[in-house]
C-alpha cells in the first residue's frame, strides 16, 4: 500500500486529465474493461472519500493518485504484467459519489475491474455494518 498524495490536477495513463474539483468522472469508453456507477449504501448515507480510500488501498498494489475533496483516484498494478487500472470517485453536487474504474490500456479484463469494485464497495458495506454495532 502506498501513502495518499495530494494533486490539483491529475493525468491519467489512458491520456484524459481530471482536476480535484471535477464535477463528474470521465465516461467509460466503448471496451468492456469499464465500470460505472454510483455508490448507494445500505444506509442511505454516501461514503466519504477517505473511507473509500482506505478501502481502496485495502487492495493488492494500489495506490492513491489523487484525494481532494471532491474526486479520489486510485491505481491498482496487476502482479504478473504490471497492467495499470484506475478508480475515479467523485463527490456529486448532492452528496453522492460516482465511479469509474478501467484498464488504461488493452480491450477486455476478464471482469477484474467490476470484481474489484465489488470488493471496494463491499468492505464500505462491512464498515458501515461494523460501526453501527
Known amino acids: 500500500m502506498a501513502a495518499a498524495t495530494v494533486a490539483e490536477d491529475y493525468r491519467s495513463c489512458a491520456g484524459w486529465t481530471i482536476g480535484a474539483d471535477a ?16 455508490i448507494a449504501m445500505g ?13 481502496a488501498l485495502a487492495e493488492p ?10 474526486v479520489l483516484i486510485a491505481s491498482f498494478r496487476s502482479r504478473l504484467f504490471k ?22 490500456s488493452g480491450y477486455y479484463d476478464f471482469g477484474v475491474n467490476a ?9 464500505l458495506e462491512n464498515h458501515r455494518a461494523g460501526l453501527a454495532r
Open 43 to 55: 444506509d442511505g448515507r454516501p461514503p466519504g472519500l477517505a473511507e473509500l480510500a482506505r478501502a
Open 115 to 123: 470484481r474489484r469494485m465489488g470488493r471496494i464497495l463491499a468492505r
Open 61 to 70: 498494489r494500489s495506490r492513491i493518485e489523487l484525494h481532494s475533496e471532491r
Open 83 to 104: 497492467f495499470v487500472d484506475e478508480a475515479v470517485f467523485v463527490r456529486r453536487r448532492d452528496g453522492s459519489i460516482e465511479y469509474r474504474c478501467a484498464a488504461c
Open 23 to 38: 464535477q463528474a468522472t470521465p465516461p467509460c469508453p466503448d471496451r468492456p474493461n469499464c465500470v460505472a456507477g454510483t
